[in-house]
């Protein structure tokens, strides 16, 4: 079994965005669904992109590329609730030829809420065939993050 990488932590994200827990984002316990950590991985993602210059879907789409999740694993720390100001913070963890894995951490002022790792393949977009990973996205969000991907 593979080694699991250490808990995020605030300061491994250079890229950072709000979002404050809306009351249909809870359940009947006051807390946030878990299911709705992944719609903020994804709400945190889009914004990510378009910081570091490659808006979804049209920067990549004259690369040949649109991007796919294929897996996420999600580890709860701890308990968002109605009208909690998060902090999301979002990095590229590894590149590999035709996917990357991305690390999405929501926070509660320094505390580690919920822990997302999303797998993206890049394929086509009609036909959905793997391609690679464009070579100038790697470079961009390479230089961008504070913490390097693993390649």
Partial sequence: MAEREPPSVLTDFAFTTPLRVRWADVDMQGIVFNPNYLVYADVAMTEYMRAVGFPYPEALLPHGADIFVVNTNTDFRASGRFDDELILGVRAARFGRTSFLFRI????????????????????EGEQAPVPVPATFVEVVTAFERMKPQR
């Fill in 105 to 124: 951490a929501a926070f509660r002022g320094d505390e580690l809420i919920c822990d997302v790792r999303s797998t993206y393949v890049c394929a086509t």
